[in-house]
């Protein structure tokens, strides 16, 4: 009875859970085979679904490609600034909101703005904030003409000057979600332990280094992660900036080349696409695996 009573249990699991199998079967898991062996059919065509070889060749042609090697340089690099600087500034805000007691709630929503704003919108007056043009300088560079500097073009100007923007930009949109998560997190915190701490004088560097850092590590960890998927798939931060001809502009990224390569000025070659696509699936999987890893081995600490 009670064999039969289990194994009734079990098939009723199964049933809840399965139209969440079907749909990440037929919209997650299946795609993800398909673009597989797309990337593997050479000179693939989507109208006559034929294809002249199977080989390497479509790996080889993305990885020699100047624009999908500049799109990587350019992920890289919005991944390696903002990840690590968007995660530090919501700690210190978060850490700050959670010592106020007047006005938290206020300061809360205030911060979270960004995040329910468009992200075109937001992308529109950042431009216009940093875009010089024939009748105005923009605002930034009013300022650094200001304090005496001259005027730059942010916009379609210099490399350093885009992708100074586009990290400003990125760490602007991403941060109001990273402080909701450690706000939450910082409650979330026994304050006996706090008392504990303060009835033995420890100061305050050192409560919040072996009290709550170590309390709230498992959120920062995964901030890190989920930050690390987010910047390699940027593009719609990128469009708002600098328009859809991200090639000529230098700013293109991996998720951006992908796009063009399927729709773009240079599209209808799918083949290509599905090999960036993978390429960028193997990037993501790899850093997300070394940051499990290490935050594995951190929690075992």
Request: include cysteine; proline fraction near 3%; aromatic fraction near 16%.
């Amino acid at each position: 009875m009670n064999m039969a009573k289990g194994r009734f249990d079990n098939l009723k699991g199964w049933l809840y859970l399965l139209p969440a199998i079907l749909f990440l079967g037929a919209f997650l898991v299946y795609p993800l085979i398909d673009v597989f062996i797309y990337s593997f059919e050479e000179g693939y065509n989507f109208t006559s679904q034929t294809y002249y070889g199977v080989g390497l060749y479509n790996y080889s042609y993305v990885l020699h490609d100047p624009y999908f090697l500049q799109a990587v340089k350019n992920t890289f690099i919005l991944v390696i600034i903002t990840v690590p600087l968007s995660t530090g500034l919501a700690l210190l805000i978060s850490v700050a909101l959670h010592s106020i007691t007047r006005f938290r709630n206020l300061l809360q929503t205030i911060y979270f703005l960004p995040y329910v704003t468009n992200t075109l919108a937001v992308g529109l007056v950042f431009m216009i904030l940093f875009k010089k043009t024939a009748y105005s300088d923009g605002m930034i560079n009013l300022l650094i003409n200001f304090f005496g500097g001259s005027s730059i073009d942010f916009i379609d100007g210099p490399y350093w000057a885009k992708m100074l923007v586009l990290c400003i930009y990125t760490i602007w949109v991403v941060m109001p979600f990273k402080i909701l998560i450690l706000t939450g997190a910082l409650a979330s915190v026994n304050e006996d332990y706090y008392k504990a701490a303060r009835v033995d004088g420890t100061s305050k560097f050192r409560i919040f280094r072996k009290i709550t850092l170590p309390m709230i590590s498992p959120m920062i960890f995964y901030l890190v992660i989920t930050g690390f998927i987010g910047a390699f798939k940027a593009y719609s931060d990128v469009v708002a900036l600098f328009g859809t001809d991200l090639n000529a502009a230098e700013m293109n990224t991996i998720v951006g080349y992908v796009y063009d390569m399927l729709y773009g000025d240079s599209g209808g070659y799918p083949s290509y696409a599905s090999a960036a696509a993978i390429i960028l699936f193997v990037i993501i999987l790899t850093i997300t695996c070394i940051n499990l890893l290490v935050s594995g081995r951190r929690a075992q600490r």
